[in-house]
Every structure is written in C-alpha cells, then in structure tokens.
C-alpha cells in the first residue's frame, strides 16, 4: 500500500451525489498540490480536479459545476460530485504533485493511489 490510499467508489445511481476520499500515510501532504484523475479503458488517465495548499483550484471542463474538490485536513482530499452522470464512469486516482499551480500534467504527480471503481447506473 502507497502513501495514498483512496475510498469511496463503488455503484451510485445517474442523478445520485458521490464522494471519493483520499487518505495520506507515511508523509505528509499539506504543501502539495493534490489531484483526482480518471482512466477509462484505452484511454490515458486524465485530470478530473486538482487543489494547491492554497486552496487554488482547477477542473476538468466536463465536470466543472458538478464536481467539487477540497481539502478536509492536511491529509485528506475529498472530491464530492453533486449530480453523478454515467460517463462518469472510470477508476478514479488520487495523486500529489510538488507544483505550486493545479496543474493537469500527469508527469508532475509523483505519489499515486491504487485507484477506485466508480460506476453510475443510468
């Protein structure tokens, strides 16, 4: 098990809200930039939100308005979607980036979780 471990995914019904939690261990995480990404069979594993220590954030264009990322205490990320849609369907990563902006490059994350399922029912 990494310094990242994610929580929460699992079968929720299209309409239905979700949230997706990511716990730190081992370090810690307060200074760096936090992201979710996504990655659909095939696909390449895309930035779904990121946050900076500051509060700083960015988002994926498919998901702004819906999904919300925020930082509960020094190590833990939330990412909480209010209208759960089934392309919303994907193994979702937690990651930490050393960079002081919300980037979307995967390359700068270098700490990773194992992924969760996450799968929306029309």
């Known amino acids: 098990q990494g310094p990242l471990v994610e929580s929460g995914g699992g079968l929720v019904q299209a309409g239905d809200s979700l949230r997706l939690s990511c716990a730190a261990s081992?370090?810690?995480?307060?200074?760096?930039?936090m992201g979710w990404f996504r990655q659909d069979p095939g696909k390449e594993r895309e930035l779904v939100a990121a946050?900076?220590?500051?509060?700083?954030t960015n988002y994926a264009d498919s998901v702004k308005g819906r999904f919300t990322i925020s930082r509960d205490n020094a190590n833990t990320v939330v990412l909480q979607a209010s209208s759960a849609k089934p392309e919303d369907t994907s193994v979702y990563y937690c990651?930490?980036?050393?960079?002081?902006?919300?980037?979307?490059?995967?390359?700068?994350?270098?700490?990773w979780g194992q992924g969760t399922q996450v799968t929306v029912s029309s």
């Open positions: 081992g370090r810690i995480f307060s200074g760096y930039t």
């Open positions: 946050i900076t220590s500051g509060g700083r």
């Open positions: 990651a930490a980036s050393a960079a002081s902006i919300p980037t979307s490059r995967r390359e700068l994350y270098r700490y």
